[in-house]
């Protein structure tokens, strides 16, 4: 047997045309291979130092109601396809919950997109990157 | 410069601010300062322009009535004592220890030192928040706890701003008779007068809302006073209403974070004096140790009783400030208790305690917010399971 039966597929999702092609990428090998996929929104940085409650709440909300839709546009591409999926949507910072996340339930790949933030990118890498670097499994970076 | 120039210049401004601060990530107000100071250093431009300073004003008892009303009163009666606890150490220990050093070793004024103690006692409810939120730390325990605490914290800063400086004239009762009414009556009648004429585009709620707050500060100039105590418990009081009604707080916070509260933070950061600072780097860093070394001296000797394995964690985010910090300060730069030097090291140091603490204590000291809940969780059953037998042993009596 191989060692490398995916039947437990997280796929990170940001909402970004990127992250549809690794979403797409990702319903493909579940379909094919008749995996179960959970589809991760992971909400990201709020305004740091802020002045006041309001500035972080309402980049909160905004980023909630964008995730949530993003989400649902996945689960049904995914039910469309008759793939079995669960979605969830966590804070905090993409890699360190994508690699967190995919521990915790015992994924068996991770599918993420490659993003390309010039600057931050230069400094800390991208998400794809720290994630290959730290992940439990298997990565595949969809470009 | 005309007016109107300086109006164009500081929209540019506002807008940049606004730009940069989605695309790097950082709050808006923090990024407006720092341009109103880079403005303010390389061009000379004249932070005291009448319209400015009243714009400015208002901005700060919006942002003081905004702290109040953003706070969720059920929050904040877990671990009450606890909380009040670390709050009121998290304030007295740097107020003290900030005006003792600054009138006895910096030689600074009482009125003077008072206004450093207040400025540099502060906690940033908002800061704290957003590494909170960010994390899903702000669902635990700890994260309660300290948002309690930092809470209590504002409020004590709120009441020292306002009593210390008060020299009460004639007009002194009426301000505080209004400000009682307006407190206990508005809640009463914002239902009624929030279903009447609300959701409209000319937005009658908001402008009642300003209308109370130009009162107070009215009445808080003639008693000799400070707007900012009646309109952060007013905040507090109509809170619970803003929960039930997001909309409208929502429409609020648009038009204080785009029309006002940028001309509040952009003006301080005009007045301060780069060349001040940097001539004073020892001051700061006495300033800065006056702030730190108490807050780390009383509140992380409580944070361990309370929140033992995270007591840094709790103890550096209480040794942030922003907003209050730069209301107290800019209140002592308006009323002249403080000179531009003063003021300068004063908002170096409460900007740079909104950042230095925050960094650390996410890089090293961030609790892994899934065993907080594990424990949370155990605490809970734990709990419940002495109080199971009180409850059979009411139902056997019975």
């Keep these: 047997m191989s060692p490398y039966e995916f039947t437990n597929v997280l796929v990170a999702i940001d909402g970004s045309d990127d992250a549809a092609k690794a979403l797409d990428c990702a319903l493909s090998i579940c379909k094919a291979l008749d995996a179960q996929l959970t589809v991760l929104a992971v909400e990201g940085k709020l305004p740091a130092y802020a002045a006041s409650l309001g500035e972080v709440d309402e980049v909160k909300r905004e980023k909630d109601e964008f995730f949530s839709r993003a989400l649902d546009t996945a689960r049904e591409a995914a039910e469309q396809r008759g793939i079995d999926v669960r979605t969830d949507l966590v804070p905090g910072h993409s890699a360190d919950v994508i690699v967190y996340y995919a521990a915790a339930h015992a994924h068996d790949l991770i599918v993420v997109a490659h993003h390309s933030h010039l600057l931050g990118d230069v400094i800390l890498g991208s998400t794809a990157d720290r994630v290959a670097h730290h992940a439990p499994c298997p990565v595949m970076v969809v470009r | 410069m005309d007016p109107v120039q300086l109006a164009a210049i500081l929209a540019a401004a506002v807008l940049v601010a606004s730009m940069l601060s989605v695309e790097v990530g950082i709050s808006v107000a923090l990024i407006e300062l720092a341009l109103g100071v880079a403005l303010g250093n390389a061009f000379k431009l004249n932070p005291d322009q009448p319209w400015l300073v009243f714009i400015a004003s208002f901005a700060g008892v919006v942002l003081t009535f905004l702290a109040g009303a953003e706070v969720d009163p059920d929050d904040f009666r877990e671990r009450f004592w606890a909380s009040v606890g670390m709050g009121v150490a998290s304030f007295v220990g740097p107020f003290v220890v900030a005006t003792l050093v600054a009138v006895g070793l910096l030689g600074w004024t009482t009125k003077a030192s008072l206004i450093a103690g207040t400025a540099l006692s502060t906690t940033s409810l908002a800061v704290v928040y957003a590494v909170l939120v960010e994390t899903g730390l702000n669902t635990v325990r700890v994260g309660k706890l300290i948002m309690s605490a930092c809470f209590v914290t504002d409020m004590c800063t709120v009441i020292a701003l306002s009593a210390i400086f008060l020299k009460p004239t ?151 400030g922003l907003t209050f910090g730069t209301i107290s300060s800019l209140y002592g730069l308006q009323a002249h208790i403080i000179n531009r030097t003063q003021f300068s090291l004063l908002i170096t140091v409460v900007v740079l305690s909104a950042i230095v603490p925050t960094a650390v204590a996410q890089r090293w000291f961030s609790p892994d917010v899934e065993i907080e809940r594990a424990v949370d969780m155990r605490a809970r059953k734990r709990a419940l399971r002495t109080t199971e037998p009180a409850t059979v042993t009411e139902a056997g009596r019975s």
């Design chain 2, 170 to 320: 004639p007009w002194f009762p009426v301000f505080a008779v209004v400000s009682i009414v307006v407190i206990v009556g508005l809640p009463s009648i914002a239902p009624w007068f929030f279903r009447r004429y609300g959701d409209r585009v000319i937005e009658p709620e908001i402008k009642l809302v300003f209308f109370v707050l130009f009162v107070l500060m009215v009445l808080g100039e003639k008693a000799n006073s400070q707007a900012v105590l009646p309109a952060f418990i007013l905040g507090l009081v109509m809170s619970r209403h803003y929960q039930q009604h997001r909309q409208e707080q929502s429409r609020l916070r648009v038009v204080a974070f785009a029309l006002l509260t940028p001309f509040f933070f952009l003006r301080g950061g005009m007045n301060v004096s780069l060349g001040a600072v940097f001539a004073n780097l020892g001051l700061l860093a006495l300033l800065a140790g006056a702030k730190l070394v108490p807050k780390f001296g009383l509140v992380f000797p409580l944070a361990r009783r309370y929140a033992a394995e995270h007591a840094a964690f709790a103890t550096l985010l209480m040794s942030t």
